[in-house]
T-cell receptor
Framework: GAVVSQHPSWVICKSGTSVKIECRSL??????MFWYRQFPKQSLMLMAT?????????EQGVEKDKFLINHASLTLSTLTVTSAHPEDSSFYIC??????????FGPGTRLTVT | SQQGEEDPQALSIQEGENATMNCSYK?????LQWYRQNSGRGLVHLIL?????REKHSGRLRVTLDTSKKSSSLLITASRAADTASYFC????????????FGAGTRLFVKA
């Protein structure tokens, strides 16, 4: 159980374009979705938390207008990086959570902005 | 900001030796989790210890939690080359909503 998929697994885009990353929990319902970002050789940094049907709560320093999060259903959440720039190149990992002691992680999406 | 600090930042040992990684955190927690990540890959959940627990075992892994010192340790016994990875502690918080914050991580290299 606890299968999480992310799509795409990697993406290269040009500076100024927008990229959408999908995260699906395939065999459970996620009441809460966390999105993390990880730069090379660094740890995961929490970007935002969203509950199904509610607006996301962003961590300090994360631009909500740049990183659009939609948690439309209990099995699907999307992160859209708008007007991407090279400094947005990173490994983005979603974490759907059915409960407070259960947290699962997607395999990650590697974004490269040229 | 990061909740947890880990030490050492990097650790290199011989196969068969034990590896100990430490994690300290700043605020009250619901639980503490340890994860492993191979280079460029996703996270693998290793073990979760709740705030009212002091020690947990899973195979070659032993995790301790000292809430009075706000610290945890992960011990890997009889290490193998395949244990080479980055290890992260993550604290489950319940302040301003439930969330999990990761420590900086320890890069472990096990030499065959």
């Amino acid at each position: 159980g606890a299968v999480v998929s992310q799509h795409p697994s990697w993406v290269i885009c040009k500076s100024g374009t927008s990229v959408k990353i999908e995260c699906r929990s395939l065999d459970f319902q996620a009441t809460t979705m966390f999105w993390y970002r990880q730069f090379p050789k660094q740890s995961l940094m929490l970007m935002a938390t969203s509950n199904e049907g509610s607006k996301a709560t962003y961590e300090q320093g994360v631009e909500k207008d740049k990183f659009l999060i939609n948690h439309a259903s209990l099995t699907l959440s999307t992160l859209t990086v708008t007007s991407a720039h090279p400094e947005d190149s990173s490994f983005y990992i979603c974490s759907p959570t059915p409960g407070r002691d259960e947290q699962y992680f997607g395999p990650g999406t590697r974004l490269t902005v040229t | 900001s990061q909740q947890g600090e880990e030490d050492p930042q990097a650790l290199s040992i011989q196969e068969g030796e034990n590896a100990t990684m430490n994690c300290s955190y700043k605020t009250s927690i619901n639980n503490l989790q340890w994860y492993r990540q191979n280079s460029g890959r996703g996270l693998v959940h290793l073990i979760l210890i709740r705030s009212n627990e002091r020690e947990k075992h899973s195979g070659r892994l032993r995790v301790t939690l000292d809430t009075s010192k706000k610290s945890s340790s992960l011990l890997i016994t009889a290490s193998r080359a395949a244990d080479t990875a980055s290890y992260f502690c993550a604290t489950g918080l319940n302040t301003g909503g439930f969330k999990t914050i990761f420590g900086a991580g320890t890069r472990l290299f096990v030499k065959a």
